[in-house]
Each structure stands twice: as structure tokens, then as C-alpha cells.
């Protein structure tokens, strides 16, 4: 049987490249349709990984433009038009038709002219639907059957987190955030949170002669695990999921924090990992 809203992770790390997590990126499951949210690098090898054809996914979310979000951006859009999506949609905060136009359009012109000289349709490429959405709560696509829901969040740039509604379950992606009132509200009575938690103790976290006290400077823009427990427990939300890990984070008092601020399930998110709502 189906499940109706699943989650599978593609990538759960920072802008700092490992090995073993991806920059950011997930793939909504509202049946058996796939959507995309956020690109950042290493997610489309992390698709392929999984199993998933690129190919399939015809809806594409980005919360924001920051690269660990969206540097896959065009590694999407061309490989998986060269395998054979033939169309494509676009939501994105405030500066995505910008981002769309510089990363693929004209970048790749000379490339993409070349391959539909070849013989293969532009559809997919030429014509993706494009959808900039204002930084206020409220819908930005609906379909019958999948609603999707947006509010702004607390970040260094515009950032959106999104509601998935679907057969009567609700998955909530936070994006990138300090603790938000909206998304208390966003995300009450979801069956899944994924928020990030990019303060848990790392680290990368730690004072050094270059970056100094990082963690000081990230607490305006980023989340704690008790920030991101707070939320799941004022939320009224069922399993909390953690991502956005930066490089060396300590699993262990990570999951130790958000459980002293939240008694639901707490999941510490790994790249490939997918969970049901």
C-alpha cells in the first residue's frame, strides 16, 4: 500500500562539502508523484543513488537561493531534461527568475541551443514556469489533491518554509531559520517536521582564527536542536526530523538537546534516508 506523503532525504549537510552529507536537498513523496525541494550540490547524484528517475520530477521548490541550496540547480534541470523530463514548474522566494536566467538560461544558452539542434525537444527547458512568491503566509499551489502552503522565515536572505498537504497527512520543510512564530503556526498539527538544526554542536562550530566565533555570528540565521524542539513541541508536531548539519556535528548531545524541549519522535536526518509521515 501507498503511503501518501513521504519523505526521503537527498542531502543534509552545509555549504561546507563532505563526503558523507550532501549539500541540502529532499524529495516530497504526495503519492507517488516526486517534488523536489531545494538543490544544492551533490543532490542529483544523491537522486540517482536512490533510485529515483530524475526524469519524474516535474515540480521543483526552493526555499532559498543561498548555493548549498541551489548550486545542483542547472545539474537538475539539464540532466534530467537529457533524460527525458519533458516539463517542469518553479516556486521560489523573491529573485528566483533572476537565479534561473544566470545559472541556466545564459550560462548554458550556446549548450542548450546545441543539444536542440541535435534533434531533442525544448521542451522542459525552455519553457519552465517560473513562480516567484511573495514573503508573506499564504498558498502558492494547489492542485485538488496536494496543497502547498508557505510563510517567511528568519534567515540572511529570503527564505520560505513550505506545508506540504496531502491525503491527510502534512509535512512541514523549514529552510534555513533562527526559532519562528510563523512557523510554530505553519507547521501546527503536522505529522513531519524537518528543521534545520545547523547549531548543534560541531566542530566546525568551534572558535578558530579565521571564522572566530561562528556560532555567535549563525544564531540570528540558524537553529539550535532546542530551537528546533521548541518549534515541533509548540507546533503540536509528531516526529521532529534534524538537518543541516555542519561539518563534525556531535549526533549524540544533538539528539540529547532536542529531546530535553520535545517528547515526540526525534530523527536525526542522514543522507537517503526517507520516513514516512
Known sequence: MTVSLRLLLLGTGSPRPTLERANTGQIVFAGEQPILVDC??????????????????????????????????????LGSWAMGRGELAVYGPPGTERLHRLLLLE?????????VSLGRSPAGVLDIAVHECPLEPGAIYDDSKLRVRAVPVIHSAPTLAFRFDY???????????????ALVELARGADVLVHDACLAPALALQPNPLWGDLAERLRHHHATPAEAAR???EGGVRILVLTHFLRGASEGPALEEAR???DGEIILGRDLLEIAC
Not at 520543510?173 to 512564530?181: E, F, L, R, V
Open 260 to 262: 530535553r524541549g520535545f
Open 40 to 77: 544544492g550540490a551533490g543532490v542529483m547524484r544523491r537522486l540517482l543513488e536512490s533510485g529515483l528517475d530524475p526524469a519524474r520530477i516535474t515540480l521543483l521548490f526552493l526555499t532559498h537561493l543561498h548555493s548549498d541550496h541551489t548550486l545542483d540547480y542547472a545539474e537538475f534541470i
Open 167 to 181: 491525503g491527510g497527512k502534512a509535512l512541514v520543510i523549514s529552510g534555513d531559520t533562527a526559532y519562528c512564530p
Open 107 to 115: 550560462s548554458y544558452a550556446d549548450d542548450i541551443a546545441y543539444r
Open 231 to 233: 518549534v515541533a513541541r
